[in-house]
């Protein structure tokens, strides 16, 4: 059975700039769409009371406005849509659970509204077990296509093998080319050791050493997809940074999540936390063991 792109919708202009992004990129896979809208009626402790079925008019004529929406300008696309009666987090969650991935709307610089980060949305994209999207819109206008897919990389080829896989398939799909960032910098004096020493002097010290273990992590993937163009981007300094300061072309941003538990519970993590916040595209944050 093939996966859906699901788009999670509010009402809002962002969630609406969300549905148009999830339907081109539905039809660049040649995937199916999936509408949804979480709903589940509780009186509002509010003066002026809304009744269920008001309450549900107006949940359907949110479904109704995305769905019309994508119809007239993705005609030839599969669409669902659907009203799901859960709580919002429990609701996206299940529904990335069965989908290609998940893409929410966004606002501003890290002040998203409805379900989205800030609120529901933190614990989507820190607690699913698929991709979550976060796209925003701009005065009302969509993310404009074109440019580069740009993808941190850290750590070993296996640490971010899931990683480097989305966003070569992104770049595929769009015929872009795509920039793989590795930051880095220089470790505490009580992190050298011997061994550590060595294997950076072999490197020829530690930028090329970093050079290298970008080219082995893209090696394997240069060769899955051998018509993509790929620029290798390594600098100094802090992870986030670097990223960000690498997107004046980027139509996407992809960076990684840890997706174990850790004492304190799910995380989006620092890196994936900066993007979401700062980067003037959308963002794709893929969990990884």
Not at 148 to 157: F, L
Not at 175 to 202: E, H, K, N
Request: proline share 6%; aromatic share 6%; net charge negative.
């Amino acid at each position: 059975m093939t996966r859906a792109i699901t788009v999670g919708v509010d009402g809002s202009a962002e969630s609406l700039a969300a549905a148009d992004w999830a339907a081109r990129e539905a039809a660049l896979r040649r995937m199916p769409l999936r509408i949804v809208h979480a709903w589940l009626w509780q009186p509002l402790d509010v003066p002026v009371v809304q009744d269920k079925e008001t309450q549900a008019k107006s949940a359907h004529t949110v479904l109704r406005e995305a769905e019309t929406q994508v119809a007239s300008r993705h005609p030839a696309l599969g669409v669902t849509a659907e009203l799901v009666q859960d709580t919002a987090v429990a609701a996206l969650l299940r529904e990335a659970e069965a989908s290609e991935m998940l893409v929410l709307g966004s606002r501003g610089h890290g002040a998203f509204m409805g379900f989205l980060l800030g609120s529901y949305g933190q614990q989507v994209i820190a607690s699913s077990q698929r991709p979550v999207i976060s796209v925003r819109a701009r005065e009302g206008q969509t993310q404009a296509q074109g440019g580069e897919i740009v993808v941190g990389q850290q750590g070993t080829s296996e640490d971010s093998d899931a990683v480097l896989g989305f966003a070569f398939e992104e770049a595929a799909a769009r015929g872009a080319t795509l920039r793989a960032v590795r930051a880095w910098t220089l470790p505490p004096i009580f992190a050298y050791s011997p061994g550590s020493l060595y294997l950076a002097d072999q490197a020829g010290g530690l930028e090329p050493f970093e050079k290298k273990a970008l080219a082995e992590a893209l090696a394997p993937w240069r060769e899955r997809f051998p018509d993509v163009p790929v620029t290798e981007h390594v600098e100094i300094g802090s992870a986030g940074q670097v990223l960000l300061s690498a997107l004046s072309n980027a139509q996407l941003l992809v960076v990684g999540r840890r997706a174990r538990r850790g004492p304190v519970g799910t995380r989006i993590g620092s890196v994936a936390h900066a993007a979401l916040h700062h980067a003037p595209c959308p963002v794709a944050v893929v969990p990884h063991d």
